[in-house]
């Protein structure tokens, strides 16, 4: 049996590699009942931290889109955070994270902001993108409108039902678009929130470890299986070669959806 087929049926097949930072969104009630979005960037989900100061202007402002557009969004205490300006109505959101296109090369030296135009011995460059998108869903709300369209994110996971009314073990179907078309035989992972074999980094608690692997088919389409109640990160990679081999090696897309499921 083809791997692809044994993990659509076993969701929980262990798959572990070494991953770089990620970029994923957190949803969290604030004082007031506001709400407060998080950029996560790092290896170590679901907790966020502060992003270092060379690093900043690489971000773009969290974006939180409701049924009316886009809302008000004000920074939060960390660099890392923004809060709404007042409480959410009832509803389901979908809050943003843009890591916009840079160049990263890697010489005998380590690794630098440059491209190989700026770094002539670059051993390796990358162009690296990131998106991140969460589900907000305020007093029980579990609508579709606004969190399975399309946000016009480059590389972008789109859940085709409201994770809200997903229970552990029922699929959660997803389309990968690029470009906004479907991007087809792209993997797609998954995992939740404290599963696999854990281990202490600067003081935190966190793993590698992915509870699902799956690969979409031919309209971007794919079942993620939750089949444990917590906050589940799903990640989809896509990398091609960049137009100017004279400038650097690859492009490289990385985007993230994370959402709760409940008992």
């Known amino acids: 049996m083809q791997l692809k087929k044994l993990v659509a049926i076993l969701p929980f097949w262990f798959v572990s590699y070494s991953q770089a930072h990620s970029l994923w969104v957190n949803a969290l009630p604030a004082a007031g009942g506001q709400s407060t979005i998080e950029l996560g960037y790092g290896d170590e989900f679901p907790t966020a931290e502060a992003i270092p100061e060379d690093r900043l202007h690489i971000f773009a402002p969290a974006q939180l889109i409701g049924k009316d557009g886009d809302l008000m969004l004000k920074p939060g205490k960390e660099n890392y955070q923004f809060v709404t300006e007042k409480p959410l109505a009832k509803g389901s959101y979908a809050a943003i994270a843009i890591y916009k296109p840079t160049y990263w090369s890697k010489n005998k030296a380590g690794w630098q902001q440059q491209s190989r135009t700026e770094m002539p011995d670059a051993l390796y460059c990358e162009r690296a993108s990131m998106f991140g998108k ?130």
């Open 134 to 263: 969460t589900i907000v869903n305020i007093d029980g709300a579990t609508e579709t409108a606004v969190i399975s369209q399309p946000q016009g994110l480059q590389l972008e996971i789109i859940p085709l039902a409201n994770p809200a009314t997903i229970k552990p073990g029922q699929p959660l179907p997803i389309q990968v678009l690029y470009d906004g078309k479907p991007l087809k035989n792209a993997d797609v992972t998954a995992t939740f929130a404290g599963f696999g074999d854990q281990h202490e980094h600067h003081g935190h608690t966190h793993s590698h470890a992915k509870s699902f692997l799956n690969q979409t088919d031919g309209k971007g389409k794919v079942n993620v299986y939750p089949l444990k109640a917590g906050y589940w990160v799903v990640e989809t990679e896509h990398k091609l070669p960049y137009v100017d081999k004279a400038k650097c090696d690859e492009s490289v897309l990385l985007s993230t959806l994370t959402f709760t499921i409940s008992e």
